[in-house]
């Protein structure tokens, strides 16, 4: 990843129709500058980028120190003591804004907190989402991205190999969620890419399950969700597996939904629309009568954010491209009784889609 | 907490000045309404408050059973599917509101990308900080809040009373906070409170490093900072030690630390100045010649969210009241060498500051 390069083609597409950009703490702020700052919550950290200058960095005096991960020449940086208003020095930043087109670029994740605070200084601009300009080139993975996209599908592969080693019966979800964290960092992960799923018995049957303290025992469907960070790129995997007994009628249920994957995965290429690949999955799960309980889209594009564009929902005409990287993650869910999703991260290449993620996909009994 | 009643406050205050509320989750909607979904990233979630009728909520399906979470009667409640666009839902609820004051609250936490999208829905009206509204009552703890609040330091002072007895050289900063955010949650935490923290030898001068691989080792001084939740409340706790010996200086450079957690611990009290309680442990550290190296403000305001109103700033005013919590966590971070942080939650009385957390605050040598 090169931010000086890729900030460069932001203003190239700014020139025309934008008279800067506001970004604040998240994955625009490390494709575009390098720095990628944690949890600064409260305080405000902010780039400033403008389409006929240098950008300015306002940052907090705790994180000083991250002003070395960015390669970025700005104009200004103004650092910010807890005793300081960091408003001020924003303010300052806009007033170099370049005014013609009063049209402003605004990080996507930004808190309303800080707009709210600044709406009045912007009082003439009206407001783009920086993401739906980012997005058009970071949707578009470069061959660098997708060797770190397919080491972070390594790690989240080692990590469920290794998962299988254990002794999973009697352990607890949160501890289980915690030991694959564990293992994810072992294996090179700076850190996961999402809360980490563990839901067992009948907590797999809701697909936004957080771990408990059940324990694993015995006929027990299990869904592990989880991802690996590598140098700012995610992975995002699910594997489902039995616990000694597989459940009445699971087996059936697991080979519609594996099914589901592989088919969808086999109409994967560059120029069909993201809709078709949820049509052919979720036409596998209808046919089979479980259209009610494939509650959600099948799959989500996948980057340096666990979940960007293309999203893969039944409405969506969007052509997917060359290069593009998303999840398929079709499911069933029977209430009261257990979940089964299997989810694979693909990346499109011109003529077929490729799984990063390689991870055992038959129904594993433990 | 009874979201009924928290609602019914904020509509008390909302008729006068303000023609509706719009929540995204996070803890003013877990206060108002008892929502608490997680991680619902980029799926509209959202409550439409207003002050003469019954509020509406939008919900994604996959998060649809959290709706028995909640007390309250809502007027209308849109579950919106994956293939279908909740905005449509939201532009219907907007024009429900009062429409006399154009005055709205607005969620702090909501994310620019809804408030973009949205904008021209609400055209006609300013926004507020719904914050700056409950704030106002939440800022002062109720006696079953503090109840909440002092289970959280209990189960921050268990964990560290397990931690001391554990062997700590040679464990990595990750492995042991993983181990923390374990044992937080086997003593009743339902999670952590925000990232746990092990910064152990020179990492420990950064206020905001970050778990690495870095092994623990002889000579090492370590900070651990974390908190548990609980009843979804929050607390906050940092403590500082040796492994088996101290670096030079250490001790003194702790004792000075300890005595300005304890010296402005005992100026707190109904009526003082938030800034008096930073500038009486910034004056011991000062005295002391470690001006330089005492980063950031003394403490901050805790509850549903760790961080919260009101902040222990060099310039806050603000008056301390009956009620209030807030951490006092005064370090001094000596550069490539080891920094000393201790941090206690404190509960504002009517003549004095009550310690919530209750660990060891002696300068320990594992």
Not at 133 to 138: A, L, P
Not at 207 to 235: M, N, Q, T, W
Not at 278 to 304: M, P, S, T, W, Y
């Amino acid at each position: 990843m090169d931010p000086k390069n890729n900030l460069k083609r932001l203003i190239s597409q700014m020139d025309d129709s934008y008279d800067g950009a506001l970004i604040t703490p998240g994955s625009n702020l490390y494709y575009l500058t390098g720095l990628n700052p944690k949890n600064v919550l409260e305080r405000l950290f902010s780039v400033i980028v403008y389409p006929d200058k240098k950008p300015v960095l306002i940052i907090p005096k705790l994180y000083e120190d991250y002003i070395e991960q960015s390669s970025i020449d700005f104009e200004n940086i103004y650092v910010w003591g807890d005793d300081q208003d960091p408003y001020k020095y924003l303010e300052k930043a806009l007033k170099d804004l370049k005014g013609c087109n009063k049209n402003l670029l605004i990080e996507d994740s930004m808190s309303a907190d800080v707009l709210m605070k600044i709406k009045d200084l912007l009082g003439k601009y009206s407001w783009s989402s920086l993401n739906s300009e980012t997005s058009r080139f970071r949707k578009i993975k470069s061959k660098e991205e997708v060797r770190h996209m397919k080491k972070a599908a390594e790690i989240a592969d080692h990590t469920f190999e290794a998962l299988l080693e254990e002794q999973l019966i009697g352990k607890t979800e949160i501890e289980l969620a915690s030991h694959i964290d564990l293992l994810l960092k072992e294996f090179g992960a700076s850190d996961t890419s999402f809360e980490t799923m563990v839901a067992s018995g009948p907590n797999s049957a809701n697909p936004h399950h957080f771990p408990s303290k059940r324990r694993l025992k015995e006929k027990d469907i299990v869904i592990f969700d989880y991802g690996a960070k590598y140098k700012g790129y995610c992975s995002d995997i699910s594997r489902t597996v039995a616990i000694k007994k597989a459940p009445e009628g699971s087996k059936k249920v697991y080979d519609i939904v594996k099914s589901a994957l592989s088919k969808s995965k086999e109409i994967v290429k560059a120029g069909i629309e993201a809709r078709h690949i949820d049509k052919q999955a979720r036409d596998v799960i209808v046919d089979e009568g479980f259209g009610e309980n494939f509650k959600h889209r099948v799959g989500h594009g996948i980057g340096l954010d666990a979940h960007e564009e293309p999203y893969l929902t039944g409405e969506n005409r969007e052509k997917i491209k060359k290069g593009m990287t998303f999840t398929i993650e079709p499911g069933i869910y029977l209430k009261g009784r257990y979940g089964i999703r299997i989810e694979d991260d693909i990346y499109t290449m011109e003529k077929e889609g490729k799984s990063l993620t390689k991870s055992d996909r038959e129904f594993i009994c433990l």
